[in-house]
């Protein structure tokens, strides 16, 4: 109940520890209400503050002026009753009103400029500096666009002063003002400190991030781009005050091809639709989705349905028209109040802007919806002839190019399509004479390559066989019907093929070759090579569930066997003219050698199945298709790999991956080349290459169908991402991927390795809560493993991120409940260190003014003592450095937490005498705890000269045992006290 000023007041404070949103604002608004009951102008004005604070960030920019009007009064009335807090909040919100009411178009410009007048002259009455004032006048400026570069050096050559924007929100608008200028270089360089994280605020570096993101493209920075948008697109996604930003997300889709991405963002944010509070950022949000719905419609996907303004189903073309209609209204009316076309023409520039990429730029993310561009095709490389006009010619060129696999077959095969389904064919009367061949057997070669395209689906290409196998019966080319039919009983993702319907098909095309039936030999030779990929898969996955390398190896039955098939098929390939199917041979029998050999001897292995591949590296060249060196490099890199020689893979998977770009090869070979160098990177310590490479492979399987080799390679560019630095845009990657279709059908061990480098990622972005939860489903997850020391650590870890998130029941809870595993299952590390963390989180919380939290603090130390005496009683396995230095200063942290200065010295004593006891590696802790002991006998304990002398002595040893990396901090501290 609010009816005490103290229950008033608390629910107040209460209100302004929750984040900023619709609660929050209409709990804002109710406790404005609430205070008006008594006659407390201190308190009014405390919930009136609160009030335009929620205003300003959840976007009511209309509402926010009206209560302002309402404090200036009351401070007019009851002076008294504003002290330093309230007289310095209400002089920071003259700049929020100066900004909403040039937001609002129903605002005549004239008022505008009475109000910029009104905050000149309180700032000079109050004694403050005018630059926050000249500021403002630089924003009126740009909106309007009349006398822009004045007001810029009026605003940017003034010094900062109290009342001026936080830095990195200055830095913003400055860079802003030259990427309107066409300058990008030079907004993002001042840019840099805002996202090197130098310069930062709770908006920053995340608006930014969004406003950067075409200067990042345009000077081809598509790193920094891609992870602008991830880590940026995370913080802006449904805050209301994002409006701009999320808009500015949605043109990156559009330009960077990623429309399926732009709906789901659309998706997300469908709340703004119903957002009018701050016209200017709705205005920016609606010209984002316009420009990323013109593109869909553009690329025939105009019947899509979208996700539009709660109600009634909407297209995308639909859609785009309401936009349209709203937004050009909207700019109409900003123009007709600020008397120029500035608005109007910046919108119109904005819609005019085209993809800056032939096909999708990489994101590491899944995205689901129409597929881009889907009639434009990118452009063929240089090196791949041009596409005949002449039906005849063009089914000539096809067929050369389909004979040897040539990735741009498919191009020619969908030309033809395109004409022979055309309403207005008249396939000629003397095709078949002419060699041009019947339509039915056109309809049939179509099918046929259609099927082989990677991004076909198992279902897809069943019936495309099926068709096609028809088609060739009534077109008379019995060869290649059995031969379709014989890829029908192939092996797929799901099943593993049917191998003796496949022998029986191969044996009756012996026959038909045998007898010179046409394309008897071609489909002989193509059907033995889908005999042997069957054989082989099948022995390949015995010899894993016999235990792999570690078992006792494949069939030597099965394994002679499917040597029999490959060298029938070398001779039959041979004999009938296909030297690349000579070349699939010696590369699937280097597969087969390999396997053999490796458990016997590997060098042995490797050396076999390097010659095979030497081999048919030389049939390649032979056969004049050097697109197929792609196949053999990428062969040649996976050995390097798995021999450990990672130099000699990486060489060989980017010859393989530059082959295949070079002839425009989109096979799921490709992909998995990408994975392959993202992995060699990753082992030679290579990890922003990694994250590349990996994006390119997640993007490859994707387009291929392989939902869940794409999921498995965004779950190792999230751990890359987490790993080196980069946990912004590796909890996105993460985030994404959990809420996959396809994750859950990755083994349970690739979920749980996900879920726990998320749950450590949002961790290190102090999201203690989310990581929270993410360790209790871990937790849940990991509890039937037989390695039961898993759940032990995730326990721990769980207790730890519930402490920081000051959950304390629940956090108690995991804390017995790792506790209690670690009993059975020991992880003396993890368990070790939660203790010391929940003290030290108690510690901080609570303060020296409550002593049962006090002793809950320390209670945890001791137990943390007691596990690292355990470990070391029962030898297990415990790698947290220098225990007892580590138990040492942490007691002595929580202890100056708790103000017991004294105490904490002695403890921090001791613990430079556990490290100095360690030896050389825990040089670094020792000089850490050197460095607190000399701040507390310094500023706690009155001791600076004590404090002087205790650096210089540990200065000097460090610098004696050449440690300059450990003396330096001790030396910068000696630096700082001395001159205070």
Not at 346 to 368: C, D, H, S, V, Y
Request: aromatic letters at 6%; one cysteine or more; a negative charge.
């Amino acid at each position: 109940m609010l009816d005490t000023i103290d229950a008033v007041r608390a629910a107040l404070r209460a209100n302004d520890e929750l984040p900023h949103g619709r609660t929050r604002t209409v709990t804002a608004e109710e406790l404005v209400d609430a205070a008006e009951q008594f006659d407390d102008p201190e308190l009014l004005a405390f919930a009136l503050l609160e009030l335009t604070e929620a205003y300003e960030y959840d976007a009511e920019q209309r509402k926010l002026p009206v209560v302002f009007a309402r404090i200036a009064k009351l401070r007019t009335e009851h002076p008294d009753s504003f002290g330093d807090w309230e007289n310095h909040a209400t002089d920071w919100r003259y700049k929020w009103v100066a900004a909403a009411l040039l937001s609002v178009p129903d605002v005549p410009l004239e008022a505008v400029r009475r109000w910029h007048g009104e905050l000149r002259r309180h700032y000079l009455e109050r004694g403050h500096d005018l630059q926050p004032y000249y500021a403002q006048q630089y924003r009126l400026a740009a909106h309007t666009g009349e006398g822009v570069q004045d007001a810029f050096e009026l605003w940017a050559g003034r010094w900062r002063s109290r009342y001026s924007d936080c830095h990195a929100c200055e830095l913003r608008e400055q860079a802003r003002h030259f990427v309107a200028r066409g300058e990008d270089e030079r907004a993002l360089e001042i840019w840099q400190p805002v996202f090197s994280g130098e310069r930062s605020c709770s908006e920053e570096p995340h608006t930014s991030r969004a406003l950067a993101l075409l200067p990042l493209l345009r000077t081809g920075r598509l790193d920094e781009a891609r992870s602008a948008h991830l880590t940026g697109y995370r913080w802006a996604r449904g805050r209301p005050a994002a409006a701009e930003a999320v808009g500015l997300h949605l043109e990156f889709c559009a330009l960077t091809r990623n429309e399926p991405r732009g709906l789901e963002i659309l998706a997300e944010n469908r709340d703004l639709f119903d957002r009018h509070g701050d016209p200017l950022s709705r205005l920016h949000f609606l010209t984002g989705a316009h420009l990323l719905l013109a593109r869909l419609v553009e690329d025939g996907h105009g019947d899509v349905p979208v996700a539009g303004p709660p109600g009634a189903h909407r297209t995308a073309a639909a859609l785009l028209a309401e936009l349209r209609t709203e937004g050009d209204a909207l700019a109409a009316r900003y123009d007709a109040r600020n008397g120029t076309a500035a608005v109007g023409d910046a919108r119109r520039a904005r819609l005019a802007r085209t993809p800056l990429f032939a096909e999708p730029l990489p994101l590491g993310l899944r995205a689901t919806g129409p597929a881009p561009a889907a009639a434009q095709p990118a452009p063929a490389p240089a090196a791949t002839p041009a596409v005949p006009a002449d039906l005849a010619e063009l089914v000539q060129k096809a067929r050369e190019l389909s004979t040897t696999n040539h990735p741009d077959a498919i191009l020619h095969w969908n030309r033809i399509g395109a004409l022979i389904e055309a309403p207005d064919h008249r396939h000629p009367a003397d095709a078949e004479r002419s060699g041009l061949g019947s339509l039915a057997q056109l309809r049939a070669e179509l099918a046929l390559e259609r099927a082989f395209e990677s991004h076909t689906s198992d279902q897809e290409a069943t019936a495309l066989y099926t068709s096609a196998a028809a088609l060739f019966e009534q077109a008379g080319l019995t060869a290649r019907a059995l031969g379709c039919r014989a890829r029908l009983a192939g092996p797929t993702d799901d099943h593993p093929g049917d191998l003796p319907a496949i022998r029986e098909l191969c044996s009756r095309l012996a026959e038909l070759a045998e007898d010179g039936t046409p394309y008897g030999g071609r489909e002989l030779v193509a059907v033995l090579q889908l005999q042997a990929n069957a054989e082989l898969r099948a022995l390949f996955e015995a010899t894993a569930e016999a235990g792999g390398p570690d078992g006792p190896g494949p069939d030597p039955a099965a394994l002679a066997e499917a040597e029999a098939t490959l060298e029938r098929l070398y001779t039959e390939a041979e004999r009938h003219g296909f030297p690349h199917r000579q070349a699939n041979a010696r590369l699937l029998g280097a597969r087969a050698r390999f396997l053999a050999d490796r458990h016997r001897d590997e060098s042995d292995a490797f050396a076999a199945a390097d010659r095979l591949i030497a081999e048919a590296e030389q049939l390649v060249d032979r056969a004049g298709a050097p697109w197929r060196l792609a196949q053999v490099y990428g062969q040649r890199g996976e050995l390097a790999m798995y021999t450990g020689d990672l130099t000699a893979a990486e060489r060989f998977l980017r010859q393989a991956a530059e082959t295949a770009a070079q002839y425009g090869d989109r096979s799921a070979g490709t992909a998995r080349v990408h994975d392959g160098l993202a992995r060699t990177y990753l082992g030679l310590d290579r990890p922003a290459e990694a994250a590349r490479a990996f994006t390119e492979a997640a993007a490859r399987y994707d387009r291929n169908g392989d939902a869940d080799d794409a999921a498995s390679a965004r779950i190792m560019l999230g751990q890359v991402l987490c790993g080196s630095g980069r946990a912004d845009d590796g909890v996105a990657v993460l985030e994404s991927v959990l809420l996959e279709p396809a994750f859950t059908e990755l083994d349970v061990r690739e979920q749980a390795q996900a879920r726990l480098n998320l749950a450590r990622g949002l961790r290190e972005l102090d999201e203690p809560r989310a990581a929270a939860e993410e360790y209790l489903l871990l937790a849940d997850q990991v509890a039937g493993f037989e390695e039961r020391h898993i759940l032990t650590m995730v326990a721990a870890e769980a207790a730890a991120a519930l402490a920081a998130a000051e959950q304390w029941p629940a956090a108690d809870l995991a804390r017995q409940r790792a506790l209690d595993s670690h009993r059975t299952a020991p992880h003396a590390d993890a368990v070790f260190d939660m203790l010391l963390r929940q003290a030290r989180h108690t510690a901080d919380r609570h303060g020296p003014d409550h002593p049962e939290a006090a002793e809950q603090a320390l209670a945890r130390l001791d137990e943390a003592a007691e596990v690292a005496r355990t470990a070391e009683r029962e030898d297990q396995d415990f790698a947290s450095g220098c225990p007892d230095g580590t138990l040492h200063d942490t007691r002595a942290r929580t202890l100056s937490t708790l103000r017991r200065d004294e105490e904490a010295l002695a403890e921090m004593e001791l613990a430079i005498a556990a490290f100095a006891a360690y030896g050389p590696g825990a040089q670094h802790g020792r000089a850490e705890s050197i460095r607190v002991a000399a701040i507390l006998e310094a500023n706690r304990l009155d001791r600076r000269d004590a404090a002087l002398a205790r650096l210089d002595a540990a200065v000097a040893e460090f610098r004696a045992a050449d440690a300059e990396d450990a003396a330096q901090p001790l030396t910068e501290l000696r630096a700082h006290l001395t001159r205070h």
